[in-house]
């Protein structure tokens, strides 16, 4: 499915999503004495059958953005609209329809299943709780269908989560996540906690799965090699914003935020010759508390082309290039 | 840059070659019995105990309450295997009987107290917020009450007999076990498939008892036969000081109360037999309780 | 550390008035009217007036919130009313009982740690050995056994040594002496209730020492003192013994309770006049004034307790205090 193949009207679009953490303290009353920004902000847009890649140190905030968007929490401030509909505000009644076309895919293989239900179980209960197939023999054959589809064999459906590997267990949250038949799949990290071969098993398969089922991800990650490969968009986040947000290779080939290059500096090139010939400027400094952010750009401590300006005034989103959003003042194309 | 991927990636099952890590039940028991001699030797106490409680009808030589004036205070013989009483009841009898009593009051405080407390803590755990700060602070309250203090306000409050005991120990126990399967289920609450549960759409009480419940249930198990153990004790303790189960039902702690002590030194067979009862059931459990926890602790299985 | 002082402190203040919310609770759930129960004679006849006086005399005209105010303040004035049973205060008939359970429970402690806390190192230490075996038989056997069976078992062990030695059955003496007064006489009085109160807390300090100090031997501070050649017992006293007693020390708020429990019955046992025995003939009496002011001293003694344990471990782990 080419670029041009996609859809033009948004399927998720993201304005001003903020999420907020009180921070309390208090020796019989708790008062709040700040907050922890994990959220601060942010928009972008989702296009069907696209895969939008969410990418960013530990802490920046895209796996508390993931998790607005699955409404595990409950955003402080601004709107998901998914098809049209502001998700963010929405209750429990509508959220159930909900469940049905946004699913997840978790990072840690080892604990996202429950340990004491079988596969077969763990896969079966979503389609049960929400009536898909009412009588257990459809069901199973959907579990086994479900888990065909990932790569196993249906005999799993009788296995336990600990007597399989990470890879095989994987498989069966992605089936898991497949049974309500979503539209839509938010992949937190998943890919991060396995073995580089098995990586590149789960990655084809999210693939084939993708143009199979017609859906789309929204797939954070903090390895850029795997995002390459899969993402046709990407959006770099630091400190609870986005700063970067373009068509796959051209970011990768023309990063233009100061961090997004300092990110794709660090990543090692598998050919002596242009590795040796790199030279390799290391970030200064370390990633600041999200309690107290630096005011105005909240890269500019550690940004080599930072000026006075930029400790002022916060950089919004703009356009210096097609399609290609950069957050930051001082970018010269 | 792009990554080499092999053309199939289907795994087959190689559920054919499974390594027999699969025990049925019986094998698991026969394991622990051979691990846990300890464990094995506690659990057949009980057993032993129980068995003779229900059997109490047919094993028991003489009834527990018949007065026999003409054989008071008779040493073990081979009329009366451990004697008679001040009223010539014949004692092995009344300790046969009392073995239904110690364990059905045991058993049914246990039982009821740790569901309880499985609700409140886990209940408490999952919703937290408010409602979980002050289900804690009553907790603490009631546990501010030592356990046969609490028992013994709820008997002047109720008065005594079987039923009015089982309350007055239940609700003791309550609080202590809410307490601790709470920790547990805290710690659990945070975990992915819980995350994914609720990203399912799943209800609350599904969560709760589906995916939260079933991973509590080692320290369930544990705290269930320790208070199996703590109720007998406050039951015996109870009927000693007369405030517990009443005459006529047959009760160890009573069988102590009687004068005991005035025949002390003339007939120690009174004193010395249902207490020997009393300790070592509760001996049983212990060993018991302290075995199963063992055998459960994840980081010594052989899984 | 000031902030963990102050809120454990603090904490107190709710959990006691919880408790007296409840003691104040039960004795409301009597059922019928307490002055009818104890003034009626019987047949559902009673004196009017002196049931409407009983009342007055008890506050208990007054409506529930004031009546509960007037109990709290009663506690802080020390005013905790009349014994039904006898007639006399509350806190007269206490005083005059706190010494001897008071001297008990402290020799118990005293007692159970001198007994327990070397035989738990020595089980550590031999861990697995016939030594270890036999100690941890009999904590768990201490933990299984009826405190009050116990004490019978002394008894008669009592009576029938002296027997044997001296010809006559000698009981340990009943009444209650001072120690300054009358050394000999009070020890023989309070060593074998102390005996079988402090029997399963030594029991369970027994466990704890061993598991806490099975713990610390495993650390790698203990490997370099090794390595280092230091002698044995200067690293169990010195490195060893003071960490694994910190969770010891946490036992002992929690064995409060269980003393308290053990008193209860073995005053009974050794026709002691102490709270014990106090607490459970106002219970067979149904002298609900004298029952509740004990519930709420049980209690109270117990949170202050915990309180000052909880902060003496905060003060003993350098974790705590400097963090």
């Known amino acids: ?333 | 840059m792009t990554i080499a991927a092999p053309t199939s990636y289907t795994i087959p099952a190689i559920a054919d070659d499974l390594p027999e890590i699969r025990r049925s039940l019986w094998r698991r028991a026969w394991i622990f019995c051979r691990r846990q001699p300890l464990g094995t030797f506690g659990m057949v106490i009980v057993i032993i105990m129980a068995i003779a409680g229900l059997s109490a009808e047919w094993i028991a030589p003489y009834s527990p309450t018949a007065n026999d004036f003409s054989a008071m205070t008779e040493p073990p013989s081979w009329a009366h295997w451990l004697g008679t009483d001040q009223f010539g009841r014949d004692q092995l009898s009344r300790i046969i009987y009392g073995a239904r009593t110690a364990l059905i009051v045991g058993f049914s405080c246990a039982i009821i107290a740790s569901l309880a407390g499985m609700v409140l803590g886990v209940g408490s755990a999952y919703f937290g917020g408010r409602l979980d700060l002050y289900l804690q602070g009553v907790l603490d309250v009631v546990m501010a009450f030592p356990l046969i203090i609490m028992a013994l306000a709820v008997v002047a409050i109720f008065g005594t007999g079987v039923h009015n005991v089982i309350f007055a120990i239940t609700i003791p126990l309550i609080p202590r076990c809410a307490r601790v399967l709470r920790s547990s289920a805290l710690s659990i609450r945070e975990v992915p498939y819980i995350d994914a549960a609720r990203a399912c759409g799943f209800g609350h009480s599904r969560i709760i008892l589906r995916h939260m419940v079933p991973n509590v249930v080692a320290p369930f198990l544990i705290l269930l036969t320790a208070f199996v153990g703590q109720a007998i004790l406050a039951e015996a303790s109870l009927s000693y000081l007369g405030l517990g189960v009443q005459e006529p039902v047959p009760a160890w702690g009573l069988m102590l109360q009687g004068g005991a002590e005035e025949y002390a030194s003339t007939a120690p067979w009174i004193a010395v037999f249902p207490g020997l009862a009393i300790a070592l059931t509760v001996f049983g459990f212990s060993l018991f309780g302290d075995a199963l926890r063992d055998a459960l602790d994840p980081k010594l299985r052989d899984r | ?323």
């Open chain 3, 1 to 323: 550390m000031y902030r963990y002082i102050i809120k454990r402190i603090l904490l107190v203040i709710p959990t006691l008035l919880g408790a007296a919310a409840l003691v104040f609770l039960l004795m409301r759930l009597i059922p019928g009217d307490i002055c009818v129960v104890r003034l009626g004679s019987g047949g559902g006849t009673f004196d009017e007036r002196a049931v409407a006086a009983c009342h007055a005399q008890l506050g208990l005209d007054r409506p529930i919130f004031v009546q509960f105010v007037n109990f709290v303040w009663g506690f802080f004035r020390g005013d905790f009313g009349i014994s039904m049973w006898s007639g006399k205060p509350v806190l007269t008939e206490i005083a005059a009982r706190f010494p001897v359970s008071l001297e008990i429970a402290i020799m118990a402690v005293v007692v159970a740690t001198i007994i327990a806390i070397p035989l738990g190192t020595l089980s550590a230490l031999k861990q697995n050995s016939p030594i270890d075996f036999v100690i941890r038989v009999v904590s768990i056997a201490g933990l299984a056994t009826p405190s009050f069976w116990l004490g019978i078992l002394f008894i008669l062990a009592i009576l029938n040594i002296s027997q044997a030695a001296f010809g006559a059955p000698w009981m340990p003496p009943i009444d209650y002496v001072p120690i300054w007064q009358d050394p000999l006489r009070n020890l023989s009085m309070v060593i074998f209730p102390a005996l079988t109160v402090g029997y399963r807390t030594s029991a369970v300090t027994m466990r704890m020492t061993r598991s806490a100090m099975l713990e610390v031997l495993r650390e790698d501070y203990i490997r370099t003192a090794r390595a280092k050649g230091l002698v044995e017992h200067l690293i169990i006293n010195r490195h060893a013994l003071k960490n694994a007693l910190l969770p010891v020390v946490t036992l002992i708020g929690i064995e409060a309770a269980f003393l308290i429990g053990g008193l209860v019955v073995t005053e009974q046992v050794f026709n002691l006049n102490g709270i014990g025995r106090l607490f459970v003939q106002s219970v067979q009496n149904q002298d609900y004034t004298m029952t509740q002011a004990l519930v709420m001293l049980v209690v109270a003694a117990f949170v202050l307790t915990n309180t000052v344990v909880d902060l003496l471990y905060a003060w003993l782990d350098p974790r705590i205090r400097y963090g």
């Open chain 1, 1 to 333: 499915m080419t670029l041009a193949e996609l859809d033009a009207k948004p399927l998720l679009e993201v304005r001003g999503l903020q999420m907020h953490f009180p921070v309390t303290e208090g020796i019989v009353i708790s008062r709040k004495i700040g907050e922890v920004k994990a959220v601060d902000g942010i928009n972008f847009t989702v296009r069907r059958g696209e895969t939008l890649g969410l990418v960013g140190e530990s802490g920046c905030g895209k796996t508390t953005t993931g998790r607005c968007i699955l409404r595990l929490e409950r955003p402080t401030a601004g709107e998901i609209l998914y098809d049209g509909i502001d998700i963010a505000k929405l209750e429990r009644k509508d959220l159930m329809v909900l469940r049905r076309r946004i699913q997840v895919i978790f990072q840690d293989p080892y604990s996202s299943l429950n340990p004491r239900m079988k596969v077969g179980e763990i896969i079966a209960e979503p389609i049960m709780v929400h009536g898909i197939e009412r009588s257990a023999a459809r069901r199973s054959a959907r579990v086994r269908e479900l888990l065909s589809v990932c790569g196993l064999d249906p005999k799993f459906a009788d296995r336990y989560p600990h007597e399989m590997s990470g890879g095989q267990r994987q498989r069966v949250g992605i089936a898991r996540a497949l049974a309500l038949e979503p539209e839509f799949i938010v992949c937190d990290e998943a890919v991060s906690a396995l073995d580089v071969s098995i990586q590149a098993q789960i990655v084809n398969l999210l693939e084939d799965l993708r143009g199979q089922f017609g859906l789309t991800y929204l797939f954070i990650a903090h390895d850029l090699s795997v995002v390459r490969h899969l993402c046709q968009r990407v959006a770099v986040m630091y400190l609870g914003r986005i700063v970067e947000l373009a068509e796959c290779d051209e970011l990768f080939d023309n990063p233009l935020h100061p961090y997004t290059q300092a990110l794709l500096a660090a990543v090692p090139v598998p050919d002596p010759t242009v590795e040796a010939s790199r030279t390799f400027r290391p970030v200064r400094g370390e990633v600041p508390s999200a309690i107290n952010p630096p005011p105005g750009c909240v890269f500019h401590p550690r940004c080599p082309i930072a000026v006075e300006t930029c400790r002022q005034i916060r950089p919004e989103l703009r356009e210096p290039r097609s399609a290609h959003w950069v957050a930051c003042t001082e970018v010269r194309v």
